[in-house]
């Protein structure tokens, strides 16, 4: 692996800790440099794309955030013949991530795919103003110079939807009270065991003073907060112990993380993302036509999610849209 340490010119070294005058480096995260080494200013975006299916429906969306100003990092589940989508390896400014796993629904899975894409992001030699975490299922629904005007316009703020999961999003609470074993395969059935465990053993918790938030995975960041989580994952051992023992931690880990760290101040409660939940399951409606009076509407910048071969022509009425 190359260096963590990539020059961006976005970092507070006031937030993140002290830096090393003669070499500008931040002591107390490797993957920083100093702010005033960097001498310029160039407001481009990392889209990091999680996919597993559907190369047609990905070219769409990468074509869609293609931009001088934009580089698209995509992390194909490692389940998933990576032929079909040779096509989209060839467009400008696009990279598959090379340490792929294999994704399951519900696992830390998800999270470890996110934390190797975000390492390869950091590594590479390219310098952002944020980094924007998708699915394969998203579609911008704004005009690609709006997006960039818009991120421009709010440097160094952290676009997140985040509860608290003690009073706000209560149902939660049994990810991270219970024990969960979807990560194992085991011999005597994964949800008896957990049954038997959560009878005997008491109830999980966080360290002491670390406050649970969560909600959607999906979220825009800077890359001085990317750099932050990675660093703490690397230095609290507890984190990805305590997350591999959790449901859906990728809906929890980030938020939690970072509202428990002084990049708190810089969240802003809203992803960016549009999303109808009014069916009431555990997944959210796929977007159709009969949607299109609410995508016109919205302020957000995204929307999910699409499947072309339920509806391919909303995809179209959002690129006329926006053309």
């Known amino acids: 692996m190359n ?14 800790g002290d830096f090393d005058p003669h070499g500008c480096r931040c002591p107390k995260n490797p993957y920083l ?14 889209h990091v794309i999680l996919t597993h299916a559907n190369p ?5 969306l990468v074509s869609k955030l293609c ?28 990279y598959f991530i090379q340490n792929r796993v294999k994704v399951y629904w519900g696992g830390y899975s998800i999270v470890q795919a996110t934390i190797n894409s975000f390492e390869e992001v950091m590594n590479s030699s390219r310098v952002y103003s944020h980094i924007n975490l998708l699915s394969g ?29 003690e009073n706000e999003w209560q149902e939660a609470k049994p990810r991270i009270s219970d024990y969960h074993f979807i990560n194992w395969n085991l011999p005597f059935g994964t949800y008896r065991v957990e049954q ?51 449901w859906a931690p990728d809906e929890m880990i980030f938020q939690t ?38 995508l016109k509407k919205t302020e957000k910048l995204f929307a999910r999610k699409f499947n072309i071969a339920t509806d391919s022509e909303i995809l179209d009425y959002i690129d006329h849209l926006t053309s």
């Open 257 to 294: 993380i970072l509202y428990n760290s002084p990049f708190r101040a810089a969240m802003v409660n809203d992803n960016l993302l549009y999303v109808d939940w009014s069916l009431k399951k555990p997944n959210p409606k796929v977007l159709t036509m009969e949607d299109a009076p609410a």
């Open 56 to 60: 047609q429906q990905l070219q769409r």
């Open 3 to 16: 260096s963590w340490i990539k020059p961006h010119p976005f970092t507070c070294f006031q937030i993140v």
């Open 33 to 46: 440099f100093c702010r005033a080494n960097i001498m310029f200013t160039v407001m481009k975006i990392a």
């Open 196 to 246: 038997m465990v959560n009878k005997l053993l008491p109830r999980r918790k966080l360290p002491e003073g670390i406050v649970p938030m969560g909600r959607s995975q999906w979220f825009t960041a800077t890359p001085a907060s990317i750099a932050y989580i990675l660093q703490y994952i690397k230095e609290n051992s507890w984190v990805a112990k305590f997350f591999r023992l959790s």
């Open 137 to 165: 299922q998203d579609y911008p629904i704004k005009k690609t110079e709006d997006i960039h005007r818009h991120l421009a316009a709010n440097e160094g703020k952290i676009f997140m939807h985040f509860l608290s999961v």
């Open 67 to 94: 931009h001088d100003n934009a580089d698209i990092y995509i992390h194909l589940d490692l389940k998933t013949d990576i032929t079909p989508f040779a096509p989209i390896a060839a467009i400008k400014q696009v």
